[in-house]
């Protein structure tokens, strides 16, 4: 008679020839054989160039290049963080996927002079092509970066799965191989490397959900302020298909000169909307930045939108008070002594004049003291 | 001419007549000290106003000290011959046109001060060029100005009658002297017209002499009171300066009057009397002036309030204490007493009295400038200034200009009024009876 | 002739003074108009922002972050080439009454209600459009008035400079760069003017290590240090921010925010 467990172990047995076999590949000859877990995190990475206490799962540093890998998956989304010890360019490569095909999913960025740039890229054997250049799309979510003592790091967000064939397809279970390489000096991305590691393993586990993640959209409000007065900025949030996304996180930001300066955070509401309460300082055209941040299921979106803000009415202020009044009595006072001594120098000439006919009608008259004295009363 | 009145005019134009070897050696002195103090600006043009013991906390000194007591001491022609004449003072009649004499020289050499003061002096047109009307360095331009013209005008329009005499009477004296007063004279005959004329204008510029006078020093202490400074920022600067100018301005005529009645043997036409009239009003003055002192140190002393707090330890005991000290004392008590008791209301002491007065409102000015901008405004220790030999050699030039301008007035017309003293319709009280024999020359 | 001389003549005579009368009143308006808008202070430079508006710049310093190492003078005075014996930026060190030890970065305060503006008698300091107290080095007689009227003892007077400019110094010289100095004039911090004008921050907020001084523009609210953005009115408010010597009315455009715990 066939006991339960005998049932159980057969039915093991064909599940185990029923399931599908999980898609890995016989690790290259000449690697370390080293298994990078990524690891599930509940919230997703600040791609902000530094890294905040137990932002990444796990992290790995290679020998060959002396480069540090740091990652982490949350929801939908991959977050990478990559050191390297030059001030060059970096470059994360994922290998292939399925058996057969010759392109490896190459991930380029480099910092130059406070810019960072993060191209997306193919690599087809020798050549390398931006997704975008052959029908792809530039899935790089986000990415940040920033100078360390030793060198410089990038933070930067891609989809587990994207909807791009040119990108690398991480599928729960999986377990791929990747590289890294930089070049320490150089900031153009088509210089050679100048250090390359071997090839070793990515993993990723089962989590809760991986979802292909949705695009969304968010549209801000372009709206017509006045200064001095509190009114509500608004964004709405839709999914790729039109539909509103409820109670989700939206940001606002208004661009400064020295960067963008935090508003506030609305949650959106059944209708998708989110706004917050502003008051602007000064009128004029301001540009406003909406932006949603993405979770598990959600790729981030933001936009741009101008804000016009009017003037506050105000009462026109004679300012020129103080000045018109000093001017005012300064020219009359010293115009009316002026004026004066004008008058007195005529006087002095009249004498003068009196004078020279007294003199030459008569002459004998000079010299008379006590007639001198003029008549001061 | 009466003979007694021809001998009065001799004796009065006598140190015009003549100038004495003495008189050339004193203003050769002068001249020296003069050429000094120019020395040492030249020094300060080339260097900078580095080679001065300014710096960035105390960042006026001696040159405004100097300008705000020159400017002082000329109010004692407006008080002298625009009050006393229109009180119609008789007694004043010896003394205005020294009194207006210092108005003149001291004028001259104050407005020398400011710009020997400045960073810049090659630029002084900038202040005629962009001018800011809000400024009041600008109103001082302006008052002092307007003051130089009017007291030059005042100046020369007594003079006329006298110039006339002299160029009557003074034959002796160079050809250039002799056309000058012929040109300066303006054809005076004294006719009843040109006598009209002179007396229409003296009348306009006595009433416009006073309110002028008084402005500018009001302006003048207005460069103080229109900051925010501790000791500066106060609302009874204006009337505090124009006492203190009148209080000094007095005071040197009494010294001015020592040294003429000495050296020119005035001794008959500037007596006892003067000497003590003019003591009355320095009292006068005196009391006036400590009560404005008491006014803004009493109120501010009181409440204490922070910012002040340090000013006033400095000032009471602190660095500042023995000239602020001595200037009270010596300057305003003493003096009070000399010249309240008959006792001590002697000529001599009188003239003493003048003296520590002058000396002390001197120091009183230069406690005004430094002691505020040596205490602190922020956190940090206190400012000290000490003058160097290039402050010190054009102080003394400007003093040494101003007596030099003084005295060279002094020889070139009579130091007292001729025509308005021969004008009084009685003699002057405590005049001799019998005329002295008349003199050689002083 | 068919009138009598006399009235022709008169006649000559009216038209000639209207003539001349109407001329003079004609200068005189105009005149008098430049007068007053210069009186007024008619700016000729408007720094604007994107939107067209002037600016109104504004500096933020947290006493709480700054701890006296005096890197913010240093890169002022690299910047400028700075005389030795000025600090255009000082840095006090205070003590209260109950004992606390803070530092007290000061920078021309660049008033809005300018005592040293107001008293220059030529106008060789003025206030831009964007709040900004500039000097004009070409203007300036030296009689430091303004030094006696600043109640922040912020300018100075280069005493011993060289006297005069070259002319390579002078094609470099600007009110808003007074990197090459001259004998017989004041000089003071300038906010960076010349930075700003291109949307940089100020030498010394960029070198600070402890990232403590805070600018920008008080119309659009927000001062940054290079690294934060902090909202100007929030942290005013928030963090108690205040103006030093506030009681003197002359409204200075540099808040502090004071150290936590007091």
Partial sequence: ?377 | MDPRREQETDALLAPVARWTPRFIVFVAALGAIVAWGAYAYSVQLQQGLVVTGMRDTVSWGLYISNFVFFIGISHVGALMSAILRLTKAEWRRPVTRMAEAITVCSLFVAASMPIIDLGRPDRLLNVILYGRIQSAVLWDFLSISTYLVGSLLFFYLFLIPDLATLRDRLTAVGRMRRWLYRKLSLGWTGAPEQRRRLGRSIGILTILILPIAISVHTVVSWIFAMTLRVGWNSTIFGPYFVAGALFSGVASVLMAMALFTHFYKLERWITPLHFRNLAYLLLLLDIVYIYFTLNEYLTVSYKSEGTEAALLASLYGGPFSGIFWTIQLGGLVIPAFLLAFRRTRTTLGIVVAATLVNATMWLKRYLIVVSTLATPQMPVGWGSYWPTWVEWSITGGAFAGFVLLFALLSRLVPIVSVWETQEAREPPEGAAEELPAAEAGA | MSEPPNEGMRRRQFLTLAVKGGGVAALGILGGKVFIERLAGVPEDARVTASGQPRSWVMVIDLDRCDGCGVCTTACRTQHNVPVGQEWIKVYQVSDPEGTSYFLPRPCMHCENAPCVAVCPVGATYVRKDGLVLIDHNRCIGCRYCMAACPFNARYFNWDGAPELTPEEQAIYSPEYPVVHRRGTVEKCVFCAHRADKGQLPACVEACPMKAIFFGDAREDAVSNGREVWRLSQVLRERGGFRFKEELGTKPRVFYLPPEGS
């Fill in chain 1, 1 to 377: 008679m066939r006991t339960r467990a005998s049932w159980l172990a057969l039915f093991l047995l064909l599940a185990l020839l029923v399931a599908p076999p999980s898609p890995t590949v016989v690790p290259a000859a000449g690697s370390h054989g080293d298994v990078l877990e990524v690891g599930f995190k509940d919230s997703p990475t600040q791609v902000d160039g530094t890294l905040a206490a137990g932002e990444y799962a796990h992290n790995h540093t290679d020998p060959d290049t002396g480069m540090t890998i740091h990652v982490q998956y949350s929801g939908s989304v991959l977050g990478i963080a990559l050191e390297a010890p030059g001030r060059g360019w970096v470059a994360l490569s994922l290998g292939a996927v399925l058996v057969g095909s010759n392109y490896t999913d190459i991930l380029v960025f480099a910092f130059d002079n406070g810019t960072l740039r993060s191209l997306d890229e193919v690599d087809h054997g020798w050549e390398r092509h931006l997704d975008q250049a052959v029908g792809g799309t530039d899935d790089i979510i986000a990415s940040g970066a920033a100078t360390t003592a030793t060198g410089w790091r990038v933070e930067f967000q891609v989809p587990l799965d994207s909807a791009d064939d040119n990108d690398h397809h991480f599928l729960p279970n999986g377990t791929y191989p990747f590289s890294l390489a930089y070049n320490a000096t150089s900031t153009d991305p088509a210089s050679p490397q100048t250090a390359h590691s071997t090839e070793f393993l990515l993993h990723v586990g089962a989590s809760p959900e991986i979802f292909r993640a949705e695009r969304t959209a968010v549209r801000g409000s372009a709206q017509k302020l006045v200064a001095g007065q509190k009114s509500t900025v608004s964004g709405v949030l839709m999914n790729a298909s039109g539909s509103p996304l409820p109670d989700q996180p939206v940001e606002f930001y208004l661009k400064t000169t020295f960067g963008l300066l935090y508003l506030g955070l609305g949650r959106t509401s059944s209708l998708g909307k989110a706004g917050i309460v502003y008051e602007p300082k000064s009128p004029g055209s301001w540009t406003l930045y909406v932006a949603f941040r993405g979770t598990g299921r959600y790729l981030p979106s933001n936009d741009t939108v101008q804000l016009a803000v009017l003037e506050a009415p105000a009462e026109a202020a004679f300012w020129l008070t103080t000045t018109l009044g000093i001017t005012t009595v300064v020219f009359l006072v010293v115009g009316g002594v002026w004026g004066s001594y004008l008058f007195v120098v005529s006087q002095l000439f009249a004498i003068r004049r009196i004078g020279r006919r007294n003199v030459t009608r008569h002459p004998s008259q000079k010299g008379e003291g006590s007639e001198n004295h003029p008549r001061t009363e």
